[in-house]
């Protein structure tokens, strides 16, 4: 079945830094690579996500890279604000199965 | 509207209990998920429905029950958990398997 690895597991940023998140997959047909966001106390929130005909996508602050051939893809968060602070988990997919995720990054912004 | 609703967002049972998790979603989505979170950990897949139907079980005790009445509903009928059980219980839908997938704030369960 499908594994998921993802690093770093905790990530501190200074507001206004970059901060990255990478993933590597285990299945060559995994076709679908999401990103959630997960507060205290609440449900993951889905920001932003990838398909495998696709390079690369972004919107606003937040851009997603997928590597194919690697088998890797990573989350980028531009300019980053103490309310960027929270566990992001990346996930893969392919049809007919659920999502499996990785085991999630708990990203710290200090002002 | 991206919204998933499970209700009761808290619940608190007896080893000995029946009880019920709830969620709901209007979005038109045809598959839906029920997923287990342990504290810092990741959501773990339970089950999956597609099409009213289930497709995945990953081979979940049998004291977890999974119901999907109709296209909007999926229920899980919980009877004779252990205090190992205790986690946040997610519900998530999405068009179809491997698309997105909007989760509901989850019911946090304790079992005493």
């Known amino acids: 079945g499908e594994n998921v690895e993802q690093h770093p597991s905790t990530l501190s940023v200074q507001e206004g830094d970059s901060a990255v998140i990478k993933c590597t997959y285990s299945?060559?047909?995994?076709?679908?690579f999401p990103w959630y966001k997960q507060e205290l106390g609440k449900g993951p929130q889905l920001i932003i996500d990838?398909?495998?005909?696709?390079g690369e996508k972004k919107d606003q602050r937040i851009a997603v890279t997928l590597n194919k051939t690697a088998k890797h893809f990573s989350l980028h968060i531009t300019e980053t604000q103490p309310e960027d602070s929270a566990v992001y988990f990346c996930?893969?997919?392919?049809?007919?199965?659920?999502?499996?995720f990785g085991k999630g990054t708990t990203l710290s912004v200090s002002s | 509207d991206t919204e998933v609703t499970q209700t009761p967002k808290h619940l608190v049972m007896g080893m000995t209990n029946k009880k019920s998790l709830k969620c709901e979603q209007h979005?038109?989505?045809?598959?839906m998920y029920w997923y287990k979170q342990k504290a810092k950990k990741p959501p773990e897949l339970m089950f999956v429905?597609?099409?009213?139907?289930?497709?995945i079980n990953e081979s979940v005790p049998s004291r977890f029950s999974p119901e999907c009445p109709n296209s909007s509903l999926l229920n899980l009928h919980l009877h004779a958990l252990q205090p190992e059980d205790s986690a946040l219980y997610l519900c998530?839908?999405?068009?179809?398997?491997?698309?997105?997938?909007?989760f509901g704030q989850g019911t946090r369960l304790t079992v005493v």
């Open positions: 998530a839908s999405s068009p179809r398997t491997a698309t997105e997938a909007f």
């Open positions: 299945d060559s047909a995994s076709n679908y």
């Open positions: 990838i398909r495998s005909n696709v």
């Open positions: 996930a893969a997919g392919q049809a007919g199965t659920a999502l499996i």
């Open positions: 979005m038109g989505h045809r598959a």
């Open positions: 429905y597609s099409y009213e139907k289930l497709s």
